[in-house]
């Protein structure tokens, strides 16, 4: 069984576990020779941008050739593309590992998001698409400053401000279109790693993790923590809304209420899922099982809680005549 990794950038880790638990091959690709990850894979691709028109059919040519059974991506503007096309895959034998398009689109739609979550009855910050709206609800009371502004679309938290005056409000908005206000959560941030079965469609692993340090919107610093309650929310949430495959939340807890708000959903790797994986959280082992056609079983919170991950930096060298990939 062949893997590939799209846009595998600087994500070195989730290439190396595939290649761990694998007995076929691990195949990468990114738009640079300089994404040092594609070189922990066992061969190596250069396409082109994902917004290039011959794009999708370069990865469909990859599979063919490599012999590829699944297929996945790690950055959030591909997974669409990549559940758009599921039909052109399923034909050839090889199953994108992603949820629905609606569900990717939703997603990756951080206000599209926010009106799901609220019909559902999810708690979650409070967001609003312009400036009369939030001062409107500023009259009201029912937010305040500080807040934070960041792109409707948008990740890897670019272009994420806290603002604390309708003043920089306003300049901001002035400056850059497609941006949005959420309201400002103060409560301590975690993450959890999830999968969704395949085939059964059940949640069956969740890790979750205490946020104690951000770098470039991932986690660099955390620690394991179980909560009973929050698990069988999220299993329950991932269930009914329809996500498959691994996917990214974001939480903030209210210690005061104990109440638990979700911020956000990656439908994809984690930055942080290397300590998930350390923790055995084994999503490779998961996905591989899946394209086998097993089911696998449920064992959420299946890990130890108190184990810090401490990310730090690696450096990949190579000299100019191996830099190149097909």
Same mark, same amino acid.
């Given at each position: 069984m062949n893997i590939l990794i799209l846009s595998a950038g600087t994500r070195n880790k989730v290439v190396q576990y595939f290649k761990r638990e694998m007995a076929g091959r691990v195949i990468a690709?990114?738009?640079?020779?300089l994404g040092p990850a594609i070189y922990d894979a066992d061969k190596c691709y250069i396409v082109p941008r994902i917004d290039d028109p011959n794009y999708m059919d370069k990865v469909i040519d990859i599979c063919k050739k490599e012999n590829i059974q699944g297929v996945f991506s790690l950055i959030d503007p591909e997974l669409s593309l990549l559940a758009k096309n599921y039909d052109r895959f399923a034909k050839e034998g090889i199953t994108p590992i992603v949820s629905s398009y609606e569900l990717c689109e939703t997603s990756l739609d951080k206000h599209a998001m926010y009106d799901m979550l609220t019909k559902l009855g999810v708690p979650t910050a409070k967001c609003y698409l312009s400036i009369e709206e939030f001062e409107a609800a500023r009259e009201i009371g029912e937010v305040d400053f500080p807040v934070f502004v960041k792109p409707v679309k948008g990740s890897a938290s670019i272009n994420i401000n806290k603002v604390n005056t309708m003043e920089?409000?306003?300049?901001?908005?002035? &400056? /850059? #279109? %497609?941006?949005?206000? +959420? &309201?400002?959560?103060? !409560? +301590?941030?975690? !993450?959890?790693?999830?999968? $969704? #079965? *395949? $085939? /059964? %469609?059940?949640?069956?692993? =969740?890790? *979750?993790?205490?946020? =104690?340090k951000m770098r470039a919107g991932e986690t660099d610093k955390s620690v394991s923590v179980k909560d009973e309650v929050l698990f069988d929310q999220i299993a329950t949430f991932v269930q009914d809304v329809g996500y498959r495959g691994m996917i990214d939340i974001d939480f903030f807890h209210d210690e005061t209420t104990g109440e638990w708000y979700l911020s956000e959903v990656n439908p994809r790797f984690g930055g942080g899922y290397p300590h998930a994986y350390e923790c055995g959280v084994n999503f490779p082992k998961q996905i591989l099982r899946n394209l086998q056609g097993l089911d696998n079983p449920v064992t959420i919170g299946d890990y130890r809680e108190g184990v810090y991950m401490m990310k730090y930096n690696e450096v990949a060298i190579r000299c100019e005549c191996n830099l190149e990939g097909e």
């Open positions: 690709t990114d738009c640079s020779n920089m409000l306003k300049a901001l908005f002035l &400056e /850059s #279109d %497609g941006l949005m206000i +959420q &309201e400002y959560m103060r !409560g +301590q941030e975690y !993450g959890a790693d999830v999968y $969704i #079965d *395949l $085939i /059964s %469609g059940k949640c069956t692993s =969740i890790f *979750l993790k205490k946020k =104690i």
